[in-house]
């Protein structure tokens, strides 16, 4: 079955390049929306890791897209 590790990634402004920290927004395939606090640049990435391990394991429901 397809899983549902559809999702957008976004990071604020004034966070990112040039800086040791991210706050970043993530969208998952049905729109829900998930507001990271400013972190590290590695828990960014581990959180990453974890929330599309945790999509990927949860199948798609019919006629999602």
Do not use: C, Y
């Not at 040039?18 to 960014?44: C, F, I, Y």
Request: aromatic letters at 4%.
């Amino acid at each position: 079955p397809e899983t549902g590790a559809r999702v957008r990634v976004t990071v604020e402004e004034g966070a990112g390049f040039g800086v040791a920290t991210n706050r970043v927004t993530v969208l998952n395939h049905q729109g829900q929306e998930e507001v990271w606090p400013l972190m590290s640049k590695d828990a960014v990435g581990t959180r990453l890791i974890q929330t599309l391990t945790a999509l990927l394991a949860t199948p798609l429901k019919a006629g999602v897209t």
